[in-house]
């Protein structure tokens, strides 16, 4: 059953320093997502991305924050300048419009921690 | 503005029992969706049912199933028969009609007891 991969599984980096968290959406999926996740709280939609651009996004997703899909198959999230509040699990998502609901299929996540 | 609401942080059930996590929503959208998500303590997250505002009939999926009023607006989902494996956060979420980004509540721990 295809799913939603993302790398790394955890991300320790040092604030102020940049990050780039990947993730590969399901193959016939063509919208995507990323969520953030604090621990302990609920889930928090970032942004949305489709057909190479981005379609709606969160106060949280500010000037700090940039997805781009560089090929035909990885979607990035990148954080410019850490800071200790970004620490949490990011979740990537994808679905496909015409399939069930438009039920989003999460990623496994990448835990980020900022020291 | 959606806005969805699950009053309940943490559940008991005895392993075999059925199980009521609620949920409410509030939207002005005509049309919406509602789904449940599973979380187990690896983090992930899991999609598990389906509801849209327009359907007529509870969505099921094996041992979970969706108990939506629309008046009410709320979408409780029902587990039958739980098992340990069940033990995990809970969530609910939107989609409103614009479809993009979804609405997630603050989550009901669900423990399933031997």
């Known amino acids: 059953e295809p799913e939603v991969t993302q790398t790394p599984s955890h991300q320790v980096t040092q604030m102020g320093q940049e990050v780039i968290l990947r993730c590969v959406p399901i193959s016939n999926h063509l919208y995507f997502y990323w969520y953030r996740q604090i621990l302990g709280q609920k889930v928090e939609f970032l942004v949305s991305f489709y057909n190479n651009e981005i379609s709606e996004k969160s106060e949280i997703f500010d000037d700090q924050f940039s997805v781009e899909r560089p090929d035909g198959s990885n979607f990035t999230l990148k954080i410019r300048s850490t800071k200790l509040e970004d620490s949490a699990m990011y979740f990537c998502?994808?679905?496909?419009?015409?399939?069930?609901?438009?039920?989003?299929?999460f990623g496994p996540g990448t835990r980020l921690t900022v020291t | 503005a959606q806005k969805i609401t699950q009053t309940q942080p943490g559940m008991f059930v005895q392993e075999k029992e059925a199980v009521t996590l609620d949920c409410t929503y509030d939207?002005?959208?005509?049309?919406?969706?509602l789904f449940w998500y599973k979380q187990p303590s690896s983090g992930e997250m899991i999609f598990l049912i389906y509801q849209g505002s327009y359907d007529q009939q509870n969505a099921t999926e094996g041992r979970y199933s969706l108990n939506f009023q629309k008046a009410r607006k709320s979408a409780n989902l029902v587990i039958s028969a739980s098992q340990l494996g069940d033990s995990a956060m809970y969530f609910c979420a939107m989609r409103g009609q614009a479809g993009n980004q979804f609405y997630f509540g603050t989550g009901t721990s669900l423990t399933v007891i031997p």
């Open positions: 998502a994808s679905r496909n419009p015409g399939q069930g609901g438009g039920e989003q299929y």
């Open positions: 939207t002005s959208d005509p049309s919406y969706g």
